[in-house]
């Protein structure tokens, strides 16, 4: 049985920072791209970082760009969400998937699990 669990987030003030964990378990990670996705009140899912299978690629949208970095520790089957300068618009619940392929996915339908979320919020 396949479970994503993300943790590490809450509430902050803007200009802060936060770290996002994300434990994968009944997987063997490395045979995963994984994605951070986030979903704010009212607006769709959108994708704010992915990476490769080994680590050595990444994206993430213009929106976060400089501010948000994924990482991946395969040998502790975690992936993280590392946020910085943080403002009131990234307030949002955060989720992290797994894609059952080597090379990045950035269409949040062809994600295969998905985590239950944690909670962002971000004060002005």
Request: charged residues 20%; glycine residues 10%.
């Amino acid at each position: 049985q396949v479970q994503l669990e993300e943790s590490g987030g809450g509430l902050v003030q803007a200009g802060g920072s936060l770290r996002l964990s994300c434990a994968a378990s009944g997987l063997t990670l490395s045979w995963y791209a994984m994605g951070w996705f986030r979903q704010a009140p009212g607006k769709e899912r959108e994708l704010v970082a992915a990476i490769n299978y080994s680590g050595d690629t990444t994206y993430s949208p213009d929106s976060v760009k400089g501010r948000f970095t994924i990482s991946r520790d395969n040998t502790k089957n975690t992936v993280y969400l590392q946020m910085n300068s943080l403002k009131p618009e990234d307030t949002a619940v955060y989720y992290c998937a797994a894609v059952r392929r080597l090379i990045i996915v950035t269409t949040a339908h062809r994600y295969d699990y998905w985590g239950q979320g944690t909670q962002v919020t971000v004060s002005s």
